[in-house]
């Protein structure tokens, strides 16, 4: 059969596939694809792998976790914080009663890195890390070593300006918002 034989619906129908197809092919291919790459604790110690997206951050790094007891995750902020990288971080109030994120804020605190903790009754329970504008980490792990090695956990890197461009906006605006967070200090 050929394809002057075709009814002219499955003509557009076919060239509409193609157009699409194209699309695709087009947006694969171009600088603001979107990419995500998806880490499981403990096989692939995710917060291993953040780290590593730490030392190669320029211009800002925003964290809100619940829970940030971590050397790795503490000394990865702290790098960022000397190299001149914007670091913020959102915490949960309550979780500074372990004495291990106490000690991990503190330290944090010390490095020059500001730190907000909730007022509001609910958890801060988000996971969530904005870098450079450009990537978003979220999941269910928090900045922990069971988080990294022993928990079930998974960690979503998200490489899409839009998105990341959301997270960020959600972050600058529990910043700003001093009913809900305030500044902690020792």
Known sequence: ???????????????????????????????DATSIEVYYAPEDEPLTKLSKIYEQAARSIYVAVYGLTSPLAVKGLVDAKKRGVDVRVITDRERLEDRK???AVETL??????????????????????????????????????????????????????ITAKARE?????????????????
């Open 109 to 162: 605190h010390l490095a020059g890195i500001p730190i907000l903790v909730n007022r509001h009754d609910g958890l801060m329970h988000l996971k969530q890390v904005v870098i450079d504008d450009e990537i978003n980490a979220s999941g269910s792990m928090n900045h922990t070593g069971s988080g990294n090695r022993y928990n079930d956990e998974r960690l979503d890197v998200i490489h899409d300006h839009a």
């Open 170 to 186: 959600k972050f600058l605006a529990m910043w700003q918002d001093e009913q809900r967070f305030h500044r902690w200090t020792p």
């Open 1 to 31: 059969m050929t394809r002057r034989c075709l009814p002219a619906f499955y003509r557009l129908s076919i060239r509409c596939v193609l157009c699409v197809a194209c699309a695709i092919g087009a947006l694969a291919g171009s600088a």
């Open 101 to 103: 994120q106490k000690t």
